[in-house]
């Protein structure tokens, strides 16, 4: 009778089943020229990309990086254990088993074709598309219904200073990652400091039904995927216009997990399905990463997705102009989550930036104190000339950021004096260099 009432129930759970066709975000061809400058690149377009939160970028013929598993194969790495079939239900992960990279192509390779043919999903007779879109329907039949126990070991977080980074194959490509934040566009050279996955990438080794769970960068940061070798991965990403949108479906899907942890959102242990996500009029956009393939998200953008079998990927963020906006955004949103019992923790002191930025900008045009003196008399013309000169110096578009930074920056420093003043009227004693007011450690001073 119990093998009866589950059938039943399970069939019930496949009938109420609903899929959408989740639309697709948009993949870019750079020329070898446009190649040569990645952030240039993806400053370039980010007013048509980020409207999706994510896009893909395919390098031109002859120009994809010559990248592979990272050196230190014989290295032990910690993995993390997901049970697919409960991932709508946010529970945490529990760890994995501990394998060097030859071991887990091994556990990946053998349960991938273990699972395709239990399942009678071997790929012989249809396309790649076609495959793609049959793992895709698995993978959420088993998430949806959760009528079948699969579980997964996801290598994913090795800091690559430790376990070593597929680019240092190709270590000149203008693309490796290890160089995006002392690129000439990136504002993340400001924050003077190493930080694991911010400015040093992270390398991930996946199997057959592996998850990243919807999140959001840190600060609100671009993040970059490259795959270097394996199977294909399915990501999907939600732009910033969605995000209020999908933080309310969360918490309608599963308000009582919000209740015991207010933070869940921050954890990355969930993945409701974009199916669920469109019914609740949240904008979801789907793409397909195959090796040599680049993914890039934008700020503010919830993205998550899944692998198709053995594959390894690394990522690392980035900030440049077209960012600061959002940073800002970022860390009021993180105080506020504190004042409601959420924990989410800057990793970087985001008024350290500013004032760098600010810094080198006011060294900028006081070098050409000159120029400037020639227009004092006429606030226009003075303006004109600053903004000119800046135009010379900078490697990218001041008119993008100097607004937000002049406001942000005056902000800051307001904030600032207040605290020290109120430090001086409390008579507490403090060193002449005193830390910024949104500074937790770990921060870079």
């Known amino acids: 009778d119990g093998d009866v009432r589950r059938a039943l129930q399970n069939s019930l759970k496949q009938q109420k089943r609903v899929e959408h066709t989740v639309p697709e975000a948009p993949v870019f061809y750079p020329t070898a020229e446009e190649f040569q400058d990645p952030l240039g690149y993806i400053s370039k377009i980010t007013p048509q990309a980020e409207k999706f939160g994510v896009c893909k970028i395919v390098p031109p013929e002859g120009y994809k990086p010559k990248t592979d598993f990272p050196k230190e194969r014989n290295l032990k790495f910690p993995t993390k254990r997901q049970n697919v079939n409960s991932l709508q239900e946010g529970k945490p992960f529990k760890d994995g088993s501990r394998y060097n990279v030859e071991e887990y192509q091994k556990y990946a390779e053998d349960f991938r074709r273990n699972y395709l043919t239990e399942h009678s999903l071997e790929s012989l007779g249809c396309s790649e598309s076609e495959f793609h879109s049959n793992l ?17 070991d996801y290598a994913n977080d090795l800091n690559s200073s430790q376990y070593g980074s597929g680019f240092d194959h ?25 930080i694991p996955g911010v400015t040093e990438p992270w390398v991930y080794l996946g199997s057959l039904f592996t998850s990243f769970c919807w999140h959001t960068e840190d600060h609100f940061l671009y993040s970059i995927n490259y795959m270097h070798k394996g199977h294909g991965k399915t990501w999907y990403g939600i732009p910033s216009s969605s995000a209020e949108s999908f933080e309310k479906a969360m ?48 700020p503010n953008a919830y993205h998550g997705g899944f692998s198709h079998g053995i594959n390894c990927g690394e990522a690392v963020n980035f900030a440049i102009p077209e960012w600061l906006s959002y940073g800002s955004q970022a860390i009021e949103k993180y105080h506020k989550a504190g004042t409601k019992g959420e924990k989410r923790s800057d990793i970087f002191a985001h008024d350290q930036l500013l004032y760098h930025l600010g810094s080198k900008i006011s060294k900028l045009v006081i070098a050409n104190k000159d120029r400037i003196n020639a227009h004092q008399r006429n606030a226009q013309e003075l303006q004109g000339c600053i903004k000119e000169i800046l135009m010379e ?53």
């Open 251 to 298: 918490r309608g899907y599963m308000p009582d997990r919000f209740k015991q942890s207010p933070d869940l959102i921050y954890q990355l242990v969930s993945l409701l399905s974009p199916s669920y996500c469109l019914e609740e009029g949240v904008s979801v956009y789907h793409t397909v990463q195959k090796a040599g393939d680049f993914i890039v998200t934008f």
């Open 170 to 194: 190709d270590p000149s490509n203008k693309w490796n990652f290890n160089n995006f934040h002392q690129s000439p566009h990136s504002l993340l050279k400001e924050i003077q400091c190493e």
């Open 136 to 152: 895709e329907k698995e993978f959420w039949r088993i998430v949806e219904t959760n009528t079948e126990d699969v579980t997964v």
């Open 393 to 445: 110096e900078l490697p990218y578009n001041p008119r993008v950021l100097l607004g937000t930074l002049l406001k942000d920056y005056a902000k800051s420093a307001k904030l600032e004096l207040h605290l020290r003043r109120w430090l001086r009227e409390a008579k507490i004693n403090v060193a002449d260099k005193v830390s910024y007011s949104n500074g937790s450690p770990p921060q870079c001073w």
